[in-house]
């Protein structure tokens, strides 16, 4: 090897293991902390450790292990930020799926985030209370009151993180979709305000719903269920789903019909197959390339553009 090649060799190793420390870098959170500043509302119990309770050799979607987190009690967000160079300011909350009993927290949350920080978007992955506090009624509600608290948390720590507090969206799948479509629809605040980060508004700027579940009428899949009313002051909003989803499609048919009634901007992707609870990962489907589909809707709306410094 001639002393020309062992130098460049030599630079290009360089080179790799300083991109990969970078990556290494840029997919651990900045910064994690709770957004509540004691007991969430009507928590009243002691849970037990929060873990992971994924079975050895389980198969996952893509071939990786799913990271299935339950016994969260205390909710707090994990913010990833893109590189520099990247940075548009905008933020976006992940809500893992999970059926409100366990939180996918890394092919439905940190995944997602490192897929942001490429589009220059800060990832927000929220740790959400699961399993649910009210598995008899609103199963929803813990996670509904924690996505809220997020967006006015986040919203009121803008200034302090370099983000632009009028371009924070929420993102979700399947019962995360629930909690982030919720949230995005919801006229009111499901707790009592507790300080002042609460005089903030709770409402996402935009939503991105992924496989959302629950929103059809119990025993009537073909209507939506009643405690929703969607209105012109409802955020713009992006739905993919598969057709053959065992988390039946008229979840996402439903919002997509009501927004449009509305008057709201929706764009709806429907694959005939692909099934529930891929994520960002790849199973061989074109319902997999929703991401880049999720890119486009981005761009060609207002929140990618750079942020404005003084």
């Known amino acids: 090897?001639?002393?020309?090649?062992?130098?460049?060799?030599?630079?290009?190793?360089?080179?790799?293991l300083t991109t990969a420390i970078l990556r290494a870098e840029e997919s651990k959170p900045a910064v994690t902390e709770p957004i509540w500043p004691g007991k969430p509302p009507g928590e009243t119990k002691e849970w037990p450790p929060e873990r992971d309770i994924t079975e050895p050799g389980k198969k996952d979607p893509g071939g990786k292990p799913v990271i299935r987190l339950t016994n969260v009690a205390i909710p707090t967000v994990s913010v990833y930020r893109p590189a520099k160079e990247l940075d548009t300011g905008?933020?976006?909350?992940?809500?893992?799926?999970?059926?409100?009993?366990?939180?996918?927290?890394?092919h439905e949350g940190t995944e997602v985030a490192e897929w942001l920080q490429t589009l220059g978007v800060t990832g927000i992955v929220l740790k959400y209370r699961v399993p649910t506090r009210t598995p008899d009624g609103?199963?929803?509600?813990?996670?509904?009151?924690?996505?809220?608290?997020a967006v006015s948390y986040v919203r009121s720590r803008a200034k302090d993180w370099g983000l632009d507090p009028q371009r924070i969206g929420i993102l979700g799948f399947s019962a995360g979709g629930e909690t982030a479509g919720l949230t995005s629809y919801f006229p009111e605040r499901q707790y009592e305000?507790?300080?002042?980060?609460?005089?903030?508004?709770?409402?996402?700027?935009?939503?991105?719903?992924?496989?959302?579940?629950?929103?059809?009428?119990?025993?009537?899949p073909t209507k939506m269920r009643e405690d929703v009313t969607i209105t012109k002051d409802a955020p713009p909003t992006f739905l993919v789903h598969a057709w053959d989803d065992p988390v039946t499609v008229f979840s996402s048919l439903h919002i997509a019909t009501e927004l449009r009634e509305a008057g709201v901007s929706t764009e709806l992707h429907v694959y005939a197959t692909g099934g529930h609870g891929y994520g960002m990962r790849d199973t061989g489907e074109p319902v997999n390339t929703w991401p880049q589909r999720a890119a486009d809707w981005l761009q060609?709306?207002?929140?990618?553009?750079?942020?404005?410094?003084?």
Not at 90 to 105: E, V
Not at 193 to 220: H, M, N, Q, T, W
């Open 138 to 149: 609103k199963r929803w509600q813990a996670a509904v009151q924690d996505a809220q608290r």
């Open 1 to 16: 090897m001639s002393w020309f090649t062992k130098r460049l060799v030599g630079f290009l190793a360089l080179v790799f």
């Open 193 to 220: 305000a507790v300080d002042d980060v609460d005089k903030v508004s709770c409402r996402p700027d935009f939503s991105l719903l992924i496989y959302p579940a629950y929103f059809e009428k119990k025993g009537e």
């Open 90 to 106: 905008a933020s976006i909350i992940i809500c893992p799926g999970g059926g409100h009993q366990i939180l996918a927290y890394n």
């Open 300 to 310: 060609r709306g207002p929140w990618l553009k750079p942020l404005k410094t003084n």
